[in-house]
Structures are given as structure tokens and as C-alpha cells.
């Protein structure tokens, strides 16, 4: 499975890439996926390098809330890391 990260961008350089921060974590990231144009401030949602979509700022929020809610109960021990695999974890590889 896949997950896109909400992130926030901090800069545009002239090549359409981004340096965008992701839980307090900087990347840059290529913005030519995306069809529409991309402002400082903004939330896109990014997969391996690539600013796939916009997204507000209110879901993109709440959407990191969740990653957090979710690293913080696997770090105190609620959940485990296999937890919610759909019982992929169980199949040979």
C-alpha cells in the first residue's frame, strides 16, 4: 500500500520543484504533476518525489493529525507495526 504525505511548501525554485516540510521533516519535491499552480503555504499531497495533487489546509491537517495519532500509539505500545495489514503480513513472500 501506498500512502500520500499532506506537506506543506516552503519554497518554489524557477524549475517547478518545491522544498516542501512534512512533519517537521524537509524534502524537495518535483511540482510537474500538477496542473494547476502551486503558491508557497499551499498543502500538496506527495508520493516518492512527486507533488501530486493540492489539498487545503484543513484537510491536510486532519489528515496529519491521524499520522500522528497513529506514530504515537505505535510508539507507547497501543497498536504494533502489523497491526490493520489486512493480513498481509501472514502471506508468503
Known amino acids: 500500500m501506498c500512502l500520500s504525505i499532506p506537506s506543506r511548501v516552503v519554497e518554489i525554485d524557477e524549475n517547478n ?11 524537495k ?3 510537474d504533476l ?3 499552480k502551486v503558491h508557497m503555504g499551499e498543502y500538496v499531497l506527495i508520493h516518492v518525489g512527486f507533488a501530486m495533487s493540492k489539498i487545503s489546509e484543513a484537510e491536510a491537517k486532519e489528515s496529519l493529525a491521524l499520522y500522528e495519532e497513529i506514530a504515537q500509539k505505535m510508539r507507547d505500545g497501543t497498536i504494533d507495526e502489523l497491526e490493520g495489514d489486512m493480513g498481509f503480513a501472514d502471506r508468503p513472500h
Open 34 to 36: 500538477i496542473d494547476e
Open 17 to 27: 520543484n518545491a522544498a516542501v516540510e512534512t512533519l517537521g521533516v524537509l524534502r
Open 29 to 31: 519535491v518535483s511540482l
